[in-house]
């Protein structure tokens, strides 16, 4: 664990003997790790050790600007801001080593480099704050850091040549593991290869950024545990990075644990790291949790009281299987994913006008509901062009007015890629660069619109557009790379096979490059989506940031589900079902109470119903339908094609449109899963225990009277309101607490019937996919 | 706060460091489990403070006549200079407008800034609530000042919102913004008990007695579900509820929106409201810089409030000397309250409205927009008060000394908040940091 490939050059007295202590005290350190106190001392003593590279060895763009990164001289928040701080500008993350150099060695007159009395260089008083530093002090004098840059400046602060080879790889090891106490840290070694073959150790000076606060990382790749938890570390040296997975877990048990049988291979992704973990799964659901789970998953809505009851007494062995693709052919289905495909798809009034809303929403609604592979849907829409009311996929292009928005949505929902870092600077934690962000971008360079008329009403806003427009592809046009000036070569995002042939339709090529099963970017992403529609958390997680300091929680699930997806032609509705059977999917949400058992699938997320789906459930309830401006009453709120028909200005949204807002519809200016809140909020709060639009609903619900009528016993009341709000029979206690209620105002009948509504309405069991 | 709780849907830690979002997520879930140093680290970096720092906003909708506020320009010729007098105050060397008397007699505890410049010339409190202009603005819109705090800091007391708006609606709607939430989203939006609040605040006929056999019941029913209750996600839901309930029936919220139970010498103090709109803008509810104390003084991070009606193309003076007593009475009281209470260390306090109006009287004995340069009144927050700031030309058109932007009074406040700019960031919708301010400008200096 040398920094300098091995070579140590003597700089420092009796550095040897220093290293040969150093081996002795690694196995007191080896014998007692549980002394932390210990560890610490030998890791500072080690760094003592460690400043010895000789300076003739000190090249800029390797060494020093690995410097400038270790000490976070270039980060967003400091140097590396687009401006700069104090007067210093630094390329971000030290994307440009040519531009640093000019920036330390050229501005201010070179006031920041004192080749005669190296120590006395602004470059180095700041950072050891020995001059007044806003960043206060990144290193001590005498650190290896100090060394490299002073040392440096004693060289006569060579510029960057060509002849240094840049890294091509890192190697972090281990990449992944499991520390069970009394083991509590872990050494991580990290070892860059360069281009022209050598390598080198670079432990010391690379970067390690963990996800959370649940561990510490030292200087040195000494990594503590704080808490019990899996954390991500993302490691990086110079432009390459990539992530370690760690988990630093209690005691190992020796007994096994009793695992359920796996269902299939996705029980056995997850059951398998639960095991590593030891991490006890919860237990399976009951039939009315089943059920309750699977009609808001499939269809959006609740099952009715009847239904069910109907699955509750439905004694086969295979009647969840039964259920799931029963649940699949209904009407339901389609609307449920036309619902979040028209949330990803910007299918929204203001830029589609309300009639293209329809047509856009009605022809996703179709593909959904005829079974459409996903691979073609896809190709559909990015290859979509001609009139946007004849063709309505092509409705796809209608809100991406330019090439770097096409280039960001496409790149976000079909390959899972946040590719907007990369407009300004390259990605600072992924491997994109600006040139792949522009030459991506040159793909949709040449989509336009032919656009007849636009009847928009109201002429100050320049988003607003009404009428028919045609989507074209010209036969000319480029996109200009800022970082160049120049037009980008239009490229196809990562991958082989990503040229593409300028002259050809660039569409077309995009359709069969994206969807081509060779493309494992587009298939992952997509079972990723649709893993996060069922579990309620990607595998990885947020669904649309796939990158390489971000991986799977479970990656080798990850593939053999996208293997699987391709394997069956995209089908849909064959993924859900694997899904969806799976005990993974039909464990319980109670149990272990920690972030760390529900990003591992040992017990399900608990999350709350979204917007459209607690107006539904409300109105199956109380049997009364929901008004929404621009609407014909009796359309559920998860049928609404888009966001709003009747704008504001000209009619104030119902109150029925207040609660989608509300709780959460997005308003589908972005292509985002994000866009749709899932919080809670005091002003929901208010809608559900005080609001007018439940107050009116339970007044004046039919359904609630007629249970009141004095036929019905207090006893089937409560069952009927039971299974009806929750899917399931009354227990005991809630029987007799609900029972007292009824019996002891009888003449306050159906006031007490409509609090009993009210309260199950208001119940977390309602309001909470659990 | 259901932050701590809420499913982790936009990414936490994104460019630098660790986000307040995602600092609360596992401060939330490690029950103590974070050692303490470890923890005031991370309050350090996400910007948590003890103390509770507040924020009262006062916009005059429309527009109001800078040269006829602080700074009266007695050499500019008479279609320029108008009938109103300047005054001395009890700082040497500064004068007002003669209309603000008490203000004159505090101006120790003020800051006038008679310079105000850079803005859009869009006749909406959008630039005062956010510092920015509308466009160009990331996906989802810039969030307002209340909206950024009660993100960062999240409530004082559970049971009173963090970020409240007393601002009403106004026929002319961009008046009535009331500081949006933009890309922080629906959980940082304002609690508005004089606009969307008001409707679901009351109980649409359920009488407090069912309401409260309501709650009975659904007490009663959760407890019997706990196992539904292991998620933190859930207990999120469990404060706001009560929080709502308690506004329902009684509670801390309420009772700070009620003056009844305020010292009635006080209210006094404040003058006399009147609730009808100004034409298309907010009405005269001097009460409400009152409740804006209340508010603070419960817990609120953060209170905007808009009065009256200051686009006054036409009969600017008559206007003038209707709405400036009314507000030297209401801002003066507001300061003597904070300072009787000691807040004035803690709560700054700005009055300001989107423009200028024009050098020039109209035909109308008005004066039109003019973005060009416009003024503002600071107060409180720990600032260096009794000095004015800026000054405009001769006939008050341009800023001639000393020009401040929105974003400075903006940066100024955040600093009296304790939020390090450099430091802090929000994320937007892409995940994409945001400072709170553009880079490179700073508080101003004169004051901090």
């Not at chain 1, 002795?24 to 590279?53: D, E, H, K, N, P």
């Not at chain 1, 990158?547 to 293997?563: G, I, K, Y």
Request: aromatic content about 8%.
């Amino acid at each position: 664990m040398v920094y300098g490939n091995g070579r140590i050059h003597l700089s420092v007295e009796g550095t040897k003997s220093l290293k040969k202590s150093f081996i002795t005290m690694q196995s007191i350190v080896s014998s007692y790790r549980t002394i932390s106190f210990l560890t610490v001392c030998c890791v500072a003593f080690l760094l003592s050790a460690r400043g010895t590279i000789a300076a003739d060895e000190f090249v800029f763009e390797r060494d020093v600007m690995a410097v400038l990164s270790k000490a976070g001289c270039n980060l967003g928040t400091c140097h590396g801001n687009l401006r700069g701080k104090g007067g210093l500008s630094l390329s971000l993350r030290g994307q440009d080593a040519a531009g640093d150099f000019l920036a330390l060695t050229h501005d201010l007159a070179g006031r920041r480099i004192n080749r005669n009395a190296a120590d006395e260089s602004l470059m180095l008083l700041k950072p050891v704050a020995g001059v007044p530093h806003e960043g206060g002090q990144r290193f001590q004098v005498g650190s290896l850091e100090y060394t490299i840059l002073r040392d440096w400046i004693r060289a006569g602060s060579p510029g960057p040549a060509s002849t240094s080879p840049p890294v091509t790889q890192l190697q972090v090891t281990p990449q992944h593991k499991n520390i069970f106490l009394p083991e509590d840290s872990v050494q991580l070694e990290v070892i860059a290869t360069f281009d022209d073959g050598t390598t080198r150790d670079v432990t010391r000076l690379a970067t390690y950024e963990a996800e959370n606060l649940a561990t510490r990382t030292s200087a040195n790749g000494l990594v503590e545990q704080d808490e019990f938890g899996e954390t991500t570390i993302a490691v990086r040296f110079l432009n390459e990075q990539l992530a370690v997975r760690l988990a630093f877990l209690p005691p190992s048990r020796s007994a096994s644990m009793a695992l359920p049988e796996p269902q299939n291979y996705i029980d056995r992704h997850v059951f398998g790291k639960l095991q590593e973990l030891q991490i006890e799964p919860a237990e399976l659901v009951s039939d009315s949790v089943f059920v309750r789970r699977a009609y808001f998953d499939l269809l959006g809505i609740p099952p009715t009281g009847q239904e069910a009851q109907a699955f509750a007494n439905d004694l086969h062995q295979d009647k969840r299987a039964r259920l799931i693709d029963e649940l699949m052919n209904r009407p339901e289905f389609a609307d449920q994913w036309a619902l979040k495909w028209s949330d990803l798809l910007r299918n929204e009034e203001k830029v589609m006008d309300a009639r293209g809303v329809e047509l856009f929403h009605s022809w996703i609604r179709r593909s959904f509901a005829e079974g459409q592979p996903l691979d073609e849907f896809v190709r559909e829409l990015v290859a979509g062009q001609g009139s946007t009311y004849e063709n309505p996929p092509s409705n796809y292009y209608r809100p991406l007015r330019d090439p770097l928005s096409r280039g960001e949505t496409t790149a976000r929902l079909f390959l899972g890629v946040r590719l907007q870092c990369a407009k300004c600077h390259n990605h600072p934690f992924d491997h994109w660069t600006q040139d792949d962000y522009y030459s991506w971008a040159g793909v949709f360079a040449r989509v336009d619109y032919e656009v007849p008329e636009n009847k928009r009403q109201d002429r100050l806003d320049k988003n607003e557009f009404v009428g028919e427009q045609q989507v074209i592809e010209k036969m000319e046009g480029e996109v200009t790379n800022a970082r160049t000036g120049e037009a980008a070569t239009p490229q196809f995002l990562g991958g082989e096979a990503s040229a593409v042939t300028p002259d050809a339709s660039r569409l077309e090529q995009l359709a069969n490059w994206l969807t081509s099963p060779a493309n494992k970017s587009f298939s992952q992403a997509q079972v990723n989506r649709i893993w996060f529609h069922l579990l309620g958390r990607g595998l990885v997680e947020p669904v649309d940031d796939f990158r390489v300091t971000n991986p799977a929680s479970h990656p080798e699930l990850l593939e053999a589900l996208a293997d699987d997806f391709v394997r069956h032609r995209y089908d849909v509705r064959h993924l859900i079902r694997r899904i969806m059977m799976s005990k993974t999917y039909q464990l319980a949400s109670h149990g272990s109470n920690d972030e760390f058992a529900t990003t591992n699938y040992a017990r399900t997320m608990v999350r709350r119903h979204s917007a459209e789906q607690l107006l539904d459930a409300q109105c199956q309830l109380l049997g009364m339908p929901s008004q929404f401006n621009g609407y014909a009453e009796g359309i559920r709120a998860g049928q609404l094609p888009g966001v709003l028909r009747v704008r504001l200005r000209e009619k104030a949204p119902s109150p029925d449109d207040r609660f989608l807002t509300v709780f959460g519809k997005p308003k589908r200016l972005m292509s985002c899963e994000c866009e749709r809140s899932d919080e809670t909020t005091l002003t929901q709060a208010f809608y559900l225990l005080g609001g007018e639009s439940l107050h009116g609903r339970l007044a004046n619900s039919a359904r609630l009277k007629k249970l009141a009528e004095p036929t019905n016993s207090s006893l089937e009341i409560i069952r009927e309101l039971y299974w009806s709000a929750l899917s399931r029979a009354p227990a005991n206690e809630e029987m007799n607490l609900f029972r007292r209620q009824l019996e002891t105002q009888p003449e306050e009948r159906e006031q007490i019937i409509q609090d009993l509504a009210w309260a199950l309405i208001n119940s977390k069991e309602f309001m909470f996919r659990h | 706060m259901l932050n701590i709780l809420g499913t982790p849907s936009r990414r936490s830690a994104f460019c630098d460091g660790v986000s307040r979002r995602g600092f609360l997520k596992i401060g939330g879930l490690a029950m103590g489990g974070l050692s303490l140093p470890q923890l005031l680290q991370a309050e350090a970096r996400a910007g948590v403070r003890k103390s509770h720092k507040a924020v009262i906003m006062v916009f005059l909708p429309g527009g109001p006549p800078h040269q006829d506020m602080w700074e009266i320009k007695t050499e500019a010729p008479s279609e320029i200079r108008g009938p109103l007098q300047p005054i001395s105050t009890s700082v040497p060397g500064i004068q007002i407008c003669e209309l603000f008397p008490k203000i004159a007699q505090r101006m120790d505890r003020f800051v006038p800034i008679r310079s105000i410049v850079g803005a859009s010339g869009s006749h909406a409190a959008f630039q005062c609530m956010t510092g920015r202009r509308e466009t160009p603005a990331p996906s989802g819109g810039w969030p307002s000042m209340g909206s950024t705090l009660a993100q960062l800091y999240g409530p004082v007391d559970p049971n009173v919102p963090p970020y409240v708006s007393l601002c009403y609606k106004t026929s002319h709607a961009p008046w009535g913004d009331p500081g949006r939430a933009g890309f922080l989203g629906i959980a940082n939006e304002p609690f508005r008990p004089m606009a969307d609040g008001a409707e679901d605040m009351v109980l649409n006929g359920v009488s407090l007695e069912r309401l409260q056999d309501r709650k009975g019941l659904l007490t009663a029913f959760d407890r019997l579900r706990r196992d539904v209750d292991r998620s933190g996600m859930v207990s999120g839901l469990d404060a706001f509820q009560r929080q709502a309930l308690g506004v329902l029936t009684s509670s801390k919220l309420i009772d700070a929106l009620d003056l009844s139970r305020e010292n009635s010498g006080i209210v006094e103090r404040y003058g006399q409201g009147d609730p009808k709109p100004r034409a298309d803008g907010a009405p005269k509810m001097v009460e409400n810089f009152l409740i804006a104390r209340r508010l603070v003084e419960a817990g609120a991070r953060c209170v905007t409030l808009n009065f009256s009606r200051w686009d006054w193309h036409g009969g600017n003076f008559k206007r003038a000397k209707e709405d400036m007593p009314m507000l030297d009475n209401a801002v003066s009281a507001l300061i003597d309250d904070l300072y009787e209470r000691d807040l004035h260390q803690d709560v700054s306090v700005v009055v300001w409205g989107e423009f200028g109006r024009t050098p020039k009287i109209n035909n109308n004995a008005g004066r039109d927009h003019w973005p060009n340069v416009s003024c503002a009144l600071l107060a409180g927050g720990g600032m260096k008060t009794g000095q004015v700031i800026g000054a405009t030309d001769r006939i008050g058109g341009e800023a001639s000394e000393r020009p401040v932007t929105f974003q400075e009074v903006m940066a100024t406040l955040y600093h009296n908040m304790g939020i390090d700019l450099n430091s802090t960031t929000v994320e937007d919708l892409t995940g994409r940091p945001r400072f709170l301010i553009d880079d490179g400008v700073e508080p101003i200096s004169e004051l901090v």
